[in-house]
Structure formats: C-alpha cells, structure tokens
C-alpha cells in the first residue's frame, strides 16, 4: 500500500487485439480521468494481427507509469489477464476492456467501494451495455441517451446514487475492480475451462462468492461499453461455449442470475439518475413527496391530484401503504403504472401507525437525487403553489425546513378556520410542541440525508415515537437546522373521525388534551424524544429530566422558553404546576 493510503495501489490492465480506434479512445478516456499516484496502467497487446494497434502500443512505450506488454502469440482475454494479474502481486487490479471509456473519477469510486465492506471482493459500475447492470434499459444493450457523453452520464450517476452500492450475483468483466486480498484467496480466472474469453469472470465471481466474498455494483459510477469489439463474429460462439462450462462448474449459477433479473432490484438506482436527467430537461427543482397511506381510498384521489398538480417544481411522488382493507394499495399500484414520477413502496404489513410510515419512507426512499423532501397525508388537498412556496421562503430565509398554517375544513358541515402555528420560535419549544402539522413539512436534502442516516442507526428508540412532525421539528432543531414557519396556509386540512391529530378545536379537543394529560402520555413522549437525541445532558434539560415534582415547577417558571403562543404558554405553565402538585406516577 502507498504511504498514508488505507487502499492498496491499483493497476488498470487494458488487453488489446484490434480496432485501433476503439483502442485509442479507451486508452485517451483513462490518461485523462482523475488517476491518483497510486494507479498503474498496463496494456498488453495480445499478439495483435493489426499492425495499427501494434504500432499504438509502441507508441506508449516511455510514458509515466504506463507498461506496455506484447504476448509472442495470441493467448486469448483469459490468459492475457492473468498475466496482467500476476505482475504485481501486491496491487488490486481493475480489468478493463479496450472498448470501453471512462471520466472523471471512476476509478476513485470503484476503489472507495471495494473498501466499504469488508469481504467485498470484485466491483462493477453501471453501463450502457453490461448485462444486469445496463441503463438506461436493464439487461439490453443501449445507446448513450440523446445528449449525453460518458462525462455527463457518469456525473448524473455520481449524483443520484453518491457512495451506494448493490450486491450482484457476479460481477461484469468489461470493467471488474479485484481486490487483491480476494484475488489470492480465490485464485486466477479459469483458463481451462474458458479458452479465449467469456464467463471467466463469472466464475471467478462464484468462487468468490463460495469462499464468502461478495460482488457489488459501484451505483455511483458509468462507463461506457460498445461490446464485442474483441471477438468480432466469434463472440456469439464464445457466449454459447462459456454458458456451458459454467452450468459444468456451477449448476445454480443460471437460477441465481434469473431470479436476480426477475426482481430487478437495481430499477431504483435507475430511476434516481433518469430523475437526474428529467431535471437537467426543465431547470426546476426535485422534490420527493413521501406519503403514508392507510384505508384512504375516501379522500386519497383527491389528495394525490392536488400533489401532482403542484406548479413550479417537479414533483416525484413516493406512496407507502400500511396493510389496509380497502382498496388503497390496489389504487396506489395503478397511478405508479400509469405516472412515471409515481412510485408504491412494498407494502407494510402493520397497520395505522402512521408515524412509524413516515419513518419508513424517511428510511427507504432515495434523497440523494432530490432538492428537497415534503410530507403529505392522505386526506388533504393542497394549494396549487404549495411546494414552489415552501422552496423560495427556505431560500429566501437560509433555512432548512419549513412548515405553515393550514386551513381546517369540516366536510360535514362546509366549515373552515385557520390554524395559525406561525408564532415566533423560542429556545425550547421544540421538546414539547410540533411547528405545525407534518403534512406542511418541506425540508432541505442536507437536511433529509442527515435525519435518513440517523433513522436507520436508532430504528428501536425512534420506533416508540408516535408523532413523527414533532420528532422531525425536534431532531433538525436540535442539530442546529434553522426552520421557518410560514404564516400562509398552503394546506387544506380535513377534518373527520379518522384524524389521527386534528385542529385541537371545540369541546373535543379540550377532552383530548386532557386526556392525555392524565395518562402521561405527553411525558412518555417528550422523555422518548430527549433519549433518541440524546439531550439528558443539556443544561436547560437537566434541570427538569427526568421529571420530577421540583422539575415540573422549573418547567411551569420557564414555560416561554418551552411554548410560542401566549395562550398555550399559560396552559403548560397550570399543566406543570398540576403535576408539580400530583406528582408523577
């Protein structure tokens, strides 16, 4: 390994036969991407009948850190490889095909993925033509897209898949990263059983595999594959002959490809960079709409209209459905079938929890390749200019989430009134109050990304929080995320039986809040938030957590720094005071 790298040195093997074009663009493509110190590049020309591409390869004789390798007599892809390989046995190796080419920092990439898990023994990136890892069409050889270069393409992936990765049943040989630690215990490509070239290194991949290694797709990188410039009209032959030695050698192998193909599960990653794409088409910006359905199909048509007709941004819509007993997840499976920017999560097989939902899709959806992440709940509408709002008043205040007013309507009886939550923020209100109800939730992805990562780590603590606005507010503010919260409402917010929180309004309300006042739920809740986010130790906190008779007084002579509305600051002060004379059971 170099001095002061945590990876081992790399040398990039490039084997030549013919087409001297094609040779010369692969080998321009790799000189002038970002190539470290650390990068050796070797070019074997394998006894090539073409005296253009032998006259190249002398023409790169002498170059800094470049070898050039001629065999006395052709020895085929299989061997010529493994001669690359055992050149020097301390580096990884990156196999490369002569038809391919590659931008930027590719190979950074690859390597920073080799290294992210312990047994990952071989990477692929992305292509236009490589099998399982094809784009934009999965398992088709493809075109670049109108427009693109392999620079753009490969920027596209960079951006909406950064640092991911997938694991593969096999690796892809056009471009196959091998770390040499893998390389050593598993041994070379099989130059028996192969011949001159195809499946070796699925083979490889397999044994890999056996001997608990994993093969993984590098997301976040393109190269560009023409395909069959090697073999020429031999190729199809070598494909037949190379299918047969590895059902010879592993008889499961076909199953495991089909079964991967079957479920597709590289389309997400796809669609993250089409939705790169589809914005550099517009200039607007991407907004992920995550939204938690359960027994909706009443209010749901309507809610789902309203998002998709948001103006301004582009909108992509990602639905989660909890196990229901109406037609919701039938509903939703038709609008991402029929709206391209529409996409249904498998099914949660829980039930009503509609906080935990939205937990998931913070979870499982795909931030990186958007601008900024907003809620929604089922049964709303939304104003037209919702999102577009929420965008320029973020920019507009440096802030990196945002909530508003909502105006509460009652369709029994035509009823509307305006929930005003737009009252200045103070120190502590955080703790004990949400900015708003969540379905007005827009934040930044800086912010989504963080909020992500931290939900993934702490899935046990965060799965007893039944209130997920609340949690969000308190988790950007306690990170130091500035939030606004505007005095326009930008929400029309139903009103009926099923709210699982509503306009805290009328008798009702009053009842419910008294109610949960006596079953402590309140304190359950706000000692749940304080131990996910670790804030026992803040001086403010301390002097009131765990609760306590003399904690709950502290809290009832410091209730402005806890609530914003005068009216509610009164109400949490008698509240303290209550349990401050009860005690808590």
């Known amino acids: 390994m170099s001095e002061g790298r945590a990876y081992r040195d790399v040398d990039v093997i490039i084997p030549v036969y013919r087409d001297v074009d094609v040779t010369r663009r692969c080998i321009a493509s790799v000189l002038a991407s970002d190539l ?45 490889v493994n001669i690359g390989m055992q050149l020097n046995r301390s580096h990884d190796v990156l196999l490369l095909n002569s038809d391919t080419e590659v931008a930027d920092d590719w190979l950074a990439r690859l390597q920073a993925c080799a290294y992210r898990k312990p047994r990952t023994g071989t990477v692929t990136p992305f292509s236009n033509n490589a099998t399982i890892c094809s784009y934009p069409k999965f398992v088709e050889s493809n075109e670049l897209p109108a427009g693109y270069d392999v620079t753009r393409l490969h920027q596209c992936f960079a951006t909406a898949n950064e640092g991911l990765q997938h694991a593969l049943p096999t690796a892809v040989g056009f471009c196959m990263y091998i770390r040499r630690d893998c390389l050593a215990e598993v041994g070379y490509f099989d130059e028996a059983s192969f011949g001159k070239g195809y499946g070796e290194e699925c083979d490889f991949s397999m044994r890999a595999s056996a001997e608990g290694w994993t093969n993984q797709l590098a997301t976040d990188v393109f190269v560009y594959h023409e395909g069959g410039v090697s073999f020429g ?35 997400s990653y796809r669609k993250a960079v089409d939705e790169i794409r589809e914005r550099g088409s517009d200039g607007l910006v991407k907004v992920a709409v995550c939204l938690a359905a359960y027994n909706g199909m009443r209010w749901i048509p309507e809610l789902v209209a309203s998002v998709l007709a948001q103006t301004g941004v582009s909108v992509f819509l990602f639905i989660s459905v909890d196990e229901s007993t109406d037609n919701t997840a039938a509903w939703a499976q038709q609008q991402a079938s029929k709206f391209s920017n529409v996409t249904l999560l498998p099914e949660r097989k829980e039930t009503a929890s509609s906080s935990h939902n939205f937990f998931r899709l913070c979870r499982d959806v795909n931030f990186v390749a958007f601008d900024y992440v907003a809620f929604a709940d089922q049964d709303d509408n939304w104003l037209p200019n919702r999102l577009v709002r929420a965008v320029i008043k973020l920019k507009e205040t440096n802030c990196e989430g945002y909530s508003s007013n909502v105006i509460a309507t009652w369709e029994s009886t035509g009823k509307t009134s305006l929930i005003d939550k737009a009252q200045p923020q103070v120190a502590w209100d955080f703790l004990f109050e949400s900015p708003g109800p969540g379905c007005t939730f827009v934040f930044t992805q800086a912010l989504a990304l963080e909020l992500q990562l931290f939900l993934e780590k702490n899935k046990i603590i965060t799965s007893r929080i039944n209130s997920h606005d609340w949690f969000v507010y308190a988790y950007a503010r306690t990170k130091g995320y500035k939030w606004h919260i505007d005095s326009q409402a930008t929400v029309l917010y139903r009103q009926h039986d099923h709210n699982v929180f509503g306009a805290n309004r009328g008798l009702r309300a009053w009842i419910q809040r008294w109610e949960a006042i006596k079953d402590q739920s309140w304190i ?45 600051k009164i109400l949490f002060s008698v509240i303290s005071l209550y349990w401050a004379i009860r005690g808590k059971s």
Not at 247 to 257: M, S, V
């Open 233 to 267: 009209e031999e190729t199809q032959t070598r494909k037949i002959a190379a299918e047969a030695a590895m059902l010879r050698k592993h008889p499961n192998y076909t199953k495991q490809i089909t079964d991967f193909i079957a479920r597709d599960p590289l389309q």
């Open 524 to 568: 359950t809740q706000i000692s749940y938030i304080i131990e996910a986010l670790d804030l026992n130790e803040a001086p403010f906190v301390k002097r009131w957590y765990p609760f306590s008779r003399r904690g709950f007084l502290y809290l009832a002579s410091h209730a402005r720094q806890c609530r914003r509305r005068r009216r509610d």
């Open 36 to 80: 470290g110190s650390w990068v050796n590049i070797v070019v074997i020309d394998d006894s090539s009948p073409d005296e253009n591409v032998r006259g190249y390869c002398d023409s790169l004789r002498g170059q800094a850190r470049l070898t050039v390798l001629r065999n006395t007599e052709n020895k085929g892809f299989v061997a010529t």
